[in-house]
């Protein structure tokens, strides 16, 4: 029994993508394992609160994977990529509410505390249906995906492309922000959705739920890597790079560019929307700050220091860049901003391609200095004859 054409790409993975899958896989397995067999005092212990942020940091790195798919593989630089993860995580925090039933602070079997708070009488028609785990996943992949397939449809045909793409695409998160905030929305106003109690019957706050979490993010991560790479090692990815590098020689060819674009600009709306349904259970709360442009901006900002147009690059650059943050908004939170600032500014001057292209150079030149000298051959006898006076 031969390979097929997929399972050939997938075993086709190169040295940095092996590398990566396995550091994914370890920690998936590892993490949890040391978080609940081995005791608080062991030096091997994973503290809960360290679980849950490693988790969050997974699923920023499905999210700059989902932004690095269409940014470094077909040139669409979207600013407004937070949406879909919001979307995402909006859907999810809606089942979790469902899920508080009357534990809330006015235990109102039916209503969410800020609907009685704001004199709601009736539970809004978009809130039917939450209280179902399955509809909820569906919503998590439906409602980033439709409004892509809108914006795609009408930008991509419209031919916008560049720094028109990117504005626009910001204006759609800053809109979507707008409208969230209100509190007539039905979705918590400033608040948000939070308060958080089980899921799928588990409690949030146990450790073993925290485990489960974070390795359903690990195994996602490594999902959508490898979707990621079978789309752009396939004859769909040559495709997508050559739109990004001569769109209209693409169009010339004979190709429906709109179409190719928004394909991989759906795929990567959905995929930003699991980060964000992945992301809700882990921290305890959404609100309308996730739809905020800087938030977009900054997702690019992984992508480019870790290395647009590697996958696995930008994951890492949102893990660095993330863990950056935790530190440093801790100990002089007032400098993270320029700290970020000069980050893009000193990759984009020093590193054009990332930390992983940057490493790449590194560790080309440090093996070229420990590999011995080559050895110049003799001279065939004949030739050393003619040598001599």
Known sequence: MTAGP????????????????????AATILVPLLNLLTPPDS??????????????YL????LALSVDLIWGFC??????????????????GMYLMRQIGDRGMYANPELPDFMVFLNW???????????????????????????????????????????????????????????????????????????????LGFN??????????????????ILAFLLCRLIVTSKLGRVLV???????????????????????????????????????????????????PANSIEIVIWVALGGRGTLY???????????????????????WLFALGALFVLTTLFLPKGVVGGLGKGGAAILSRLRPPVKEPDPPPAARLEGQP
């Open 6 to 25: 997929f399972t050939t790409r997938l075993m086709q993975l190169d040295r940095p993508s092996r590398i990566f899958l396995g550091i994914v896989l």
């Open 43 to 56: 030096f091997f212990h994973v503290p809960t609160y360290v679980v849950s942020l490693l988790g969050k």
């Open 59 to 62: 699923s920023f790195a499905i």
């Open 75 to 92: 040139g669409i630089l979207s600013l407004g990529h937070g949406a879909f993860f919001a979307l995402g995580g909006y859907a999810m």
């Open 121 to 199: 009488q009736e539970l809004p028609w978009y809130w039917q249906g939450f209280d179902s785990f399955p509809f909820a996943m569906l919503m998590v992949i439906l409602a980033p995906g439709i409004l892509a397939f809108v914006f795609g449809w009408f930008a991509f045909r419209s031919r916008v492309t560049g720094v028109y793409l990117s504005i626009i695409s910001q204006a759609m998160t800053f809109a979507l922000l707008l409208a969230f905030f209100r509190n007539d929305m039905g979705f918590g106003g400033n608040n948000g959705l939070t308060d958080f109690k089980d899921i």
């Open 204 to 221: 949030l706050q146990a450790d073993g739920t925290r485990a489960a979490l974070f390795a359903a993010t690990g195994i996602a991560l």
């Open 242 to 292: 050559g739109i990004r590098d001569a769109e209209s020689r693409v169009r010339f060819l004979g190709y429906r560019v709109e179409h190719y674009k928004l394909f991989v600009f759906v795929v990567s709306a959905v995929m930003a929307g699991i980060a964000g349904a992945l992301y809700v259970p882990q921290v305890g709360i959404i609100n309308p700050s996730e739809f905020s």
């Open 313 to 335: 690059g930008a994951a890492l650059g949102a893990v660095l860049v993330n863990f950056g943050k935790t530190f440093l908004t801790g100990a002089i939170p007032e400098l």
